[in-house]
């Protein structure tokens, strides 16, 4: 299985973006995702999730600005980002966990890096 995350780029602040990450290869299904991100200096921290039946939640930096979706039928985990500040300038992860043949497994994306500017 391999994630290809897209979606990043350059914008100014109150700006929008929309990440994706899409699974591909042997896979049955996506259960549960999310997006991480991890700005220079600073630890790694999560942005959203998403479980297997719905069910989202964020952290309270993003609340109200992030909305975290999943498409099935792609399997596929986007991230849509309005009213981007610059603080949420980071490198953006996806974290996907996958039923496969061998079970449920946990995989990461290769990163996008999301730059606001002011």
């Known amino acids: 299985v391999q994630l290809q995350a897209s979606g990043g780029g350059l914008v100014e602040a109150g700006g929008s973006l929309r990440l994706s990450c899409a699974a591909s290869?042997?896979?049955?299904?996506?259960?549960?995702g999310g997006w991480y991100r991890q700005a220079p200096g600073k630890q790694r921290e999560l942005v959203a999730r998403?479980?297997?039946?719905?069910?989202?939640n964020y952290a309270d930096s993003v609340k109200g600005r992030f909305t975290i979706s999943r498409d099935n039928a792609k399997n596929t985990v986007y991230l849509q980002m309005n009213s981007l500040k610059p603080e949420d300038t980071a490198v953006y992860y996806c974290?996907?966990?996958?039923?496969?043949?061998?079970?449920?497994?946990?995989?990461w994306g290769q990163g996008t890096q999301v730059t606001v500017s002011s």
């Open positions: 998403i479980t297997s039946t719905g069910n989202t």
């Open positions: 974290n996907l966990w996958v039923s496969t043949s061998s079970g449920v497994k946990e995989y």
């Open positions: 290869g042997t896979l049955f299904s996506i259960n549960a």
